[in-house]
């Protein structure tokens, strides 16, 4: 399993070796006959844990802010002043490039991509989806695409995404949605042209090479937990559920996820899926499904949900509200909400208002925000020490 991230572990040995400087240079003391009571009644306090980087940024930023950095947002334009004006305007700490964002060439990428960053010291977190073949939005994209990958051996995976990871990282992005964790052996799935292997053993090889192969170059994500491949149907226009048991899944879907966690994926994107038998809910909105990645697969990094549009593309009545559907996202254990689908320049801001009221109502406890907000923060402040050089795990422990 993973351990907590590097600031959070550095911190905490800095903070130790302090207590024994301490502790060394105190002169000893000799018994008295009559000991003090008050040296027995009141022993010293232990020493405050020095605060992270990310948790000192997060400290200093007002509730608006907090909320705002929490929120993925998305506009369909290659306009760069347009694209810059709407991530000032808005506070939001991500932006997903879809196809409408992409234009002819990297160079040009380069430069939307650059246009999203309003503080070089806490730049967003700018995502996109390169999967490779049928979910490529860089067409300069050659490498093997999963489908073929599914019958390779898996170093051919590792290949591939060092290679699709660097052509991410060149335009400027430092974050991949890229890499399917989900498995299923069914053609008819629509998953299924994109998974890395048709079976638990086989997809858990080639996640956990794909991550290999993306470390240092981009921010792998995992998706979409806890598996698509058990509940047929489609997310983007339904959602798709499972009587699978809690042990059925562990079994089998589970391993993949496990995998490439302990590969070192920096983040966990959340499917709008059930599996009934554990949660009658979409798992991107269930506190219980947040709690296994937690507690059973011992996953450190940011959680983020899939597109929340795609809630409201089922068309079921209670997900009809974007504003609500990230509020219960947030408040069942997601780190970060994503709106595409749906959404317009108006759209980010309305959720960050709702995020904002509900902090302030109680339906979302203001340190449930604080959490996210500093798992958040710890990506974009390594995304601003790598510069050009390399992203560092921020999920993986200490070598040896």
């Not at 991500?94 to 060439?105: C, T, V």
Request: net charge negative.
């Amino acid at each position: 399993m993973t351990s907590a991230p590097r600031l959070a572990l550095f911190a905490a040995v800095v903070a130790l070796a302090a207590m024994c400087t301490s502790c060394a240079s105190t002169p000893a003391v000799t018994p008295s006959a009559s000991p003090s009571r008050t040296a027995s009644a009141e022993p010293e306090p232990s020493p405050t844990p020095e605060a992270t980087p990310a948790e000192t940024a997060v400290a200093t930023m007002s509730l608006r802010e907090r909320a705002g950095s929490v929120v993925m947002g998305h506009i369909p334009t290659t306009d760069a002043a347009a694209l810059h004006a709407y991530m000032e305007s808005s506070g939001v700490g991500g932006f997903l490039l879809m196809g409408a964002n992409i234009p002819g060439d990297e160079a040009a990428l380069r430069a939307i991509t650059a246009a999203l960053t309003v503080d070089p010291a806490r730049p967003p977190l700018v995502a996109v989806d390169q999967e490779g073949g049928d979910v490529s939005r860089l067409p300069w994209d050659a490498f093997p695409a999963p489908l073929a990958l599914q019958q390779a051996d898996p170093s051919a995976a590792e290949a591939a995404f060092a290679g699709r990871a660097a052509l991410v990282r060149q335009a400027g992005i430092p974050v991949n949605f890229g890499i399917v964790a989900d498995v299923t052996a069914d053609a008819d799935s629509f998953i299924h042209r994109r998974v890395l292997g048709t079976t638990p053993d086989a997809a858990s090889e080639r996640v956990a090479a794909a991550v290999r192969g993306e470390e240092g170059s981009v921010f792998s994500t995992l998706k979409h937990f806890p598996g698509h491949g058990a509940a047929p149907g489609d997310s983007h226009t339904a959602i798709p559920s499972t009587d699978l048991t809690l042990d059925q899944w562990r079994a089998a879907d589970a391993l993949p996820f496990e995998a490439g966690i302990d590969a070192g994926a920096e983040m966990l994107m959340f499917g709008h899926l059930a599996y009934t038998a554990v949660d009658p809910g979409p798992a991107s909105l269930s506190p219980e499904w947040h709690r296994l990645a937690r507690e059973e697969l011992g996953f450190d990094g940011v959680t983020i949900t899939d597109d929340l549009g795609m809630l409201q593309g089922s068309g079921q009545p209670q997900y009809a509200d974007p504003v609500a559907n990230a509020v219960a996202a947030l408040a069942a254990g997601n780190d970060m909400v994503l709106t595409v689908v749906y959404s317009s320049p108006d759209t980010a801001p309305r959720v960050i208002d709702g995020i904002v009221a509900a902090v302030e109502s109680g339906a979302l406890p203001a340190d449930r925000l604080e959490d996210a907000a500093t798992r958040v923060m710890e990506l974009r402040l390594a995304v601003a020490e790598a510069g050009e050089g390399d992203l560092p795990c921020t999920t993986c422990g200490p070598a040896g």
